[in-house]
């Protein structure tokens, strides 16, 4: 069961680590997310300030606290939520010691109002993924399209 609140007004009163800024938007914007809707938002990785320049840049204006280098386990034990970046292994001890454990993919599927088509499979999703979204569109059905 999510501990996320039915619309994200009510993310404001949480207390959010997220697991892995990253260089490729994952982590980026879900701090961006939890940091627009109010919610106290650590970011943790193991990579450098150095490394992270971009992403770092990429969130300036916004209230984030960042814990860089390193781990500490109480951005994990003391944290409402953890979003966990997709490169983080599920064993991990910090995940462990999480009260609750999201991905963006699961915050982005909660608060999404649109319809949503998924593709998935070992091979032709992107194919799969064009085909259908420009079906959409020759039918004049405003569609997205989005993927790795």
């Known amino acids: 069961m999510s501990i996320l609140p039915a619309s994200p007004a009510g993310l404001a009163r949480m207390k959010v680590t997220i697991m892995g800024l990253g260089l490729h938007?994952?982590?980026?914007?879900?701090?961006?997310?939890?940091?627009?809707?109010?919610?106290?938002?650590?970011?943790?990785?193991?990579?450098?300030?150095?490394?992270?320049?971009?992403?770092?840049?990429?969130?300036?204006?916004?209230?984030?606290?960042?814990?860089?280098?390193?781990?500490?386990i109480?951005?994990?034990?003391t944290a409402d939520l953890v979003i966990k970046n997709p490169a983080v292994r599920a064993s991990s001890p910090f995940l462990a010691a999480a009260k609750a454990v999201e991905t963006?993919?699961?915050?982005?599927?909660r608060y999404s109002r649109s319809p949503l088509v998924a593709i998935t499979?070992?091979?032709?999703?992107?194919?799969?993924?064009?085909?259908?979204?420009?079906?959409?569109?020759?039918?004049?059905?405003?569609?997205?399209?989005?993927?790795?």
């Open 25 to 72: 938007g994952g982590g980026l914007e879900s701090a961006r997310f939890f940091a627009e809707h109010g919610a106290a938002v650590t970011v943790t990785d193991l990579r450098d300030e150095s490394l992270l320049r971009p992403s770092i840049d990429a969130l300036s204006g916004f209230p984030i606290r960042y814990v860089l280098g390193r781990h500490e």
């Open 74 to 77: 109480s951005d994990f034990n």
């Open 104 to 109: 963006d993919i699961s915050v982005f599927l």
């Open 121 to 148: 499979g070992s091979k032709g999703k992107s194919s799969t993924a064009s085909a259908i979204h420009f079906g959409f569109k020759a039918s004049g059905i405003d569609s997205l399209l989005g993927g790795n």
